[in-house]
């Protein structure tokens, strides 16, 4: 039987949609069991790569359970917000290794461990973590904001290998933490990260460099279910840089420095920059950046798009934190999925990115959440209306 063809979708047997994503093909089916009007039509999708499909197959499964999980501990918060729901997903595998997204159990989460051993990768989670050169801590008066500090200040926090095992256990730690709403990122001592350290790196071979000890990191910060936030003040360079790359909005004091000058000691930026920077500031930017090393000041890394926003050096901390508190006032499972949406649209094809949005934007639409804010909106509305 060919399995990539359409008229292989079979009756559903279920009370609700289902959605199948197949490896190769890609896209909702509509059951004729299925009463819900939203899902009252199928329009095929193009054939998308495999690896694309995997991709979004795994991030979407993730981001699910872990919003279900986060659901279930949100309960206990006092929120202004009323209590967030959601279905619960559950995944099955079907002896064509077709993957079921319909009320899945959390426990059969590892059936994809095989698809992304990129994204799933403990090995560093036995790894211990010096206190004093990576801290977590969460602010006393917005306790869903959790902030990672960088704390090397006399080497200006060169990021060493202590570094990245310290910022692997904070972020193993942070993944576990259900009730965090958003990361800052941020440095001690005035300085961002003024890159990799330099006796580290001299002493790296190729063997090291295939192992993306940085960029493995890098890549988790910037997968993380949350939105992580590089508050930054002096230097931001190299693998310093990169690191506020995999965040996802920077904030720049007015003496910020940041660049790329990794070719000016014989190498290339290789957690990320290649690719990371020319989706943020564009390909021109982004070779200059890169082939020349130069240093962009302040207000050349607002002009360009490399940071989101320029303060001065003592108002950096305080904006990083009004724009967390924002965050963790809308609802959990919205942003993690948007976070997720926005990471997906620049990894793959724009049927994947579509694919991806829309079986998102099913599962919020089922949640107590959106119903919940879209009466009370409506509500207001109404209210603003009749004293008008």
């Known amino acids: 039987m060919n399995y990539c063809n359409h008229n292989y979708w079979k009756t559903c047997t279920k009370p609700r949609c289902i959605y199948y994503i197949k490896l190769g093909v890609i896209g909702p089916i509509s059951m004729n069991k299925c009463n819900d009007s939203a899902y009252s039509s199928f329009v095929p999708l193009r054939r998308v790569f495999v690896l694309e499909c995997s991709h979004m197959i795994y991030m979407l499964i993730f981001f699910v359970r872990k919003c279900l999980v986060l659901n279930r501990n949100l309960n206990t918060l006092n929120r202004d917000s009323p209590p967030f729901t959601a279905p619960n997903p559950r995944i099955t595998k079907s002896i064509t290794c077709d ?18 051993p990129l994204l799933i990768d403990t090995r560093y989670r036995s790894l211990p973590m010096d206190d004093q050169v990576v801290t977590l801590h969460f602010l ?19 990021i060493n290998q202590a570094m990245i095992d310290g910022l692997h256990r904070v972020f193993d730690e942070l993944s576990e933490n259900p009730e965090t709403g958003a990361v800052i ?27 993306g000890i940085n960029s493995r990191l890098f890549y988790r910060i910037e997968q993380f279910r949350l939105p992580v ?35 000016t ?51 950096v901390f305080s904006m990083a934190c009004a724009l967390a508190n924002t965050i963790c006032r809308q609802p959990p499972m919205a942003i993690q999925l948007a976070k997720q949406a926005l ?23 089922e949640s107590v959440e959106k119903k919940a804010r879209m009466t009370a909106f409506l509500n207001r509305q109404h209210k603003s209306s009749a004293l008008d």
């Open 265 to 315: 000691l014989g190498i290339i930026p290789g957690a990320g920059a290649t690719w990371r920077l020319p989706r943020i500031v564009g390909m021109g930017i982004a070779r200059e950046m890169i082939l020349t090393g130069c240093i962009f000041d302040a207000a050349q890394c607002h002009r360009t798009g490399l940071v989101n926003h320029v303060v001065a050096d003592d108002e």
């Open 185 to 211: 990122m941020t440095g001690q001592g005035g300085n961002f990260a003024a890159g990799a350290d330099i006796g580290e790196l001299c002493e790296r071979g190729a063997q090291a460099s295939l192992q």
């Open 99 to 116: 993957f079921v997204i319909h009320e899945l159990p959390n426990n059969t989460f590892s059936l994809c461990s095989p698809i992304c």
């Open 140 to 158: 006393q008066d917005s306790p869903r904001v959790a902030v990672v500090t960088l704390n090397r200040p006399a080497s200006k926090n060169a």
């Open 343 to 365: 990471n997906q649209s620049v990894r793959s094809s724009p049927e994947a990115g579509m694919a991806f949005e829309s079986i998102a934007q099913a599962v919020l639409f």
């Open 229 to 263: 936030i590089a508050a930054i003040c002096g230097y931001a360079l190299g693998g310093g840089c990169e690191l506020s790359l995999a965040c996802d909005i920077r904030i720049a004091g007015d003496n910020t420095k940041m660049g790329q000058p990794e070719v």
